[in-house]
Every structure is written in structure tokens, then in C-alpha cells.
């Protein structure tokens, strides 16, 4: 099955630092590496944007100071990943969009078709904040048949006192769960 994919799109998101990693570039890079098939990474950071005119200077220069934090984030991504394909031996392109989230989702929406796949984004009311209920709802609604998303994305201690989406998927998923971590 390997030898038919021709194309690999690698979605990333940076929030927290440079130190921050997911293990999806090595799958994605591996795969493409296998296959002989063309890696694209996507190293995106969302804009955020105020939608009240009524925001201080002060507000307004620390989301500016976030976005600029964040959009950095996303170009080291972007430069570490072809550094990494270019050594995997592996044809590749990579863009770091700094864009607001409507944006962001049509453009990897955008680059999903390109290799020939279809997204759905849809927005999911979480009952009473329960995201991983939210998410096993919709699974089982929509008999999907696998669950892929990035995971742990606090600490381990934050997830182990407070529990988190992870932990509860892992503890309870209708179907298959691919995390990323």
C-alpha cells in the first residue's frame, strides 16, 4: 500500500516554544521517505485577533507581541523541516502561514485537495467543556473510523491532576485513535 502514496502533507501548529515537539514530521517524513513520495509541511501559527474596538495599547501590543512570537516559531519549524527532509533525502516543500483561523483552515483545506483529499472542518459544541466526549460523539455519529490528533499538548502532570482529552480518549475511544505527540 506504501508504494501508492505519492504525496505526504504534514500539518504542524507552534504555541508554546522552540523546544516543543511533535513526533508528526518524522512520521510524515518517514513515510514520504518510504515511498519515495513528495513531503509537504505546512508550519502554521494562528493570528489572533481582537475583535473589540474598546482594547487598551497595552492588550493590543502583547497580541501583537504573540503573534510576532508565534509567526517566529512557525519559520523555525518551517527551516528545521526541510533541513530534515532535505537529510531524509526527501522532495519537499514547506510555507509558514501566519494567518487567523478561518484562514488557516482554508489553507490547509486547500493544500488537502492538492493532494487530492477532502476535509470537513467542523466546529463541535463541547457539553459542559468535555472535548474527548465531544470527540467520541462525533466518531460514533459520523462511524468514523479513526480518530488522528496531535496529543498531550499540556504537560503530563497538568493531564495526570486535571485530566485532559488525551487521557480520556485513551481510556475510552470508539474507534481507532492515532495520536501525534
Excluded at 25 to 53: E, F, I, N
Excluded at 70 to 81: I, K, P, T
Excluded at 152 to 164: I, Q
Aim: one cysteine or more.
Amino acid at each position: 500500500m506504501i508504494e501508492n502514496i505519492k504525496s505526504v502533507l504534514i500539518g504542524l501548529t507552534k504555541e508554546f516554544g522552540p523546544d516543543e515537539t511533535s513526533s508528526a514530521l518524522a512520521y510524515g517524513l518517514s513515510m514520504a521517505q518510504q515511498a519515495g513520495a513528495h513531503a509537504t509541511v505546512q508550519a502554521a501559527s494562528v493570528k489572533l485577533d481582537l475583535s473589540s474596538a474598546g482594547i487598551s495599547k497595552v492588550v493590543a501590543g502583547l497580541v501583537q507581541e504573540e503573534n510576532q512570537r508565534l509567526h517566529a516559531l512557525a519559520e523555525a519549524a518551517a527551516r528545521s523541516a526541510q533541513g530534515d527532509a532535505s537529510a531524509a533525502g526527501v522532495v519537499w516543500s514547506a510555507a509558514a502561514p501566519h494567518l487567523s483561523y478561518p484562514a488557516l483552515l482554508a489553507v490547509f483545506k486547500a493544500q488537502a485537495r492538492l493532494h487530492d483529499l477532502t476535509v470537513t472542518v467542523q466546529t463541535l459544541p463541547a457539553l459542559e467543556g468535555d472535548v474527548a466526549e465531544a470527540l467520541r460523539n462525533h466518531a460514533t455519529l459520523t462511524h468514523a473510523d479513526m480518530i488522528v490528533m496531535g496529543g498531550y499538548v499540556h504537560s503530563r502532570l497538568r493531564e495526570m491532576v486535571f485530566g485532559g482529552v488525551t487521557s480520556s480518549l485513551l481510556k475510552q475511544c470508539p474507534v481507532a485513535l492515532l495520536l501525534s505527540y
